[in-house]
Structure formats: C-alpha cells, structure tokens
C-alpha cells in the first residue's frame, strides 16, 4: 500500500512563496512519474504539475507556468512544488499522488493513491 504525506502548506499573502514537500512510501518511488493536483472550495480537483520518473520531463497547468517548479529526489521518495508569485487563485488543498507509469499525464484517472493533502491559503 502507497502512503503519501504531503507538508508545506500555510497561509501566506500574495506574491509569497511556499515550497510543499510530498514523501512517499510503499511503492518504489523511482519507478512512478509524480503529480500535483489541487483542489478548492467548491471546485473539482485540477492537475497542476507532473514530473516523470527521473525528473527529465516536467508538466504544468498554464495558470501555473513560470511560478511553481516541481522536483523530486528519488533518493529520498520525495516530490517538491516550489510556488513563487502566489495568488489568492492559488488557495486550495494540494494533493500528491503517483501515478500508474513513468512519465508524466495530467490525467487524475491516471493516478491511483492520493494523499491526505496539504491546505494552502493565499491572502490578499
């Protein structure tokens, strides 16, 4: 069984940052392209960025391009989201999660284990 524990979250005002760190365990972690979705009040989850099993290749939401930066140290079974530039668009609860290959999709029917989450909330 995968256990995800995604950290990081908080309040912060707009154009701060915040770095969300996702630990990993259960499956061999280098083996699963990683993702990154969020989701608001009221609003379904939404992909926000994915990374592939060795960090190559990276994917992200338009409304996040040039912002967030995902990584991963397979070493350590971890997965990053660095925010910069936050806006109050950005409040939501983010979740990780492995998906079902190695590369990255930003299919959430492709991932299969997801996380408690971590709340982040942007003030203006």
């Known amino acids: 069984q995968v256990q995800l524990l995604e950290s990081g979250g908080g309040l912060v005002q707009a154009g701060g940052s915040l770095r969300l760190s996702c630990a990993a365990s259960g499956r061999i972690f280098s083996n699963y392209g990683m993702g990154w979705f969020r989701q608001a009040p009221g609003k379904e989850r939404e992909f926000v960025s994915a990374?592939?099993?060795?960090?190559?290749?990276?994917s992200y939401a338009d409304f996040v391009k040039g912002r967030f930066t995902i990584s991963r140290s397979n070493a350590k079974n971890t997965v990053y989201l660095q925010m910069n530039s936050l806006e109050t668009g950005d409040t939501a609860v983010y979740y990780c999660a492995p998906n079902r290959g190695m590369d990255i999709t930003s299919s959430s029917a492709e991932y299969d284990y997801w996380g408690q989450g971590t709340q982040v909330t942007v003030s203006s």
């Open positions: 990374i592939s099993w060795s960090g190559a290749r990276t």
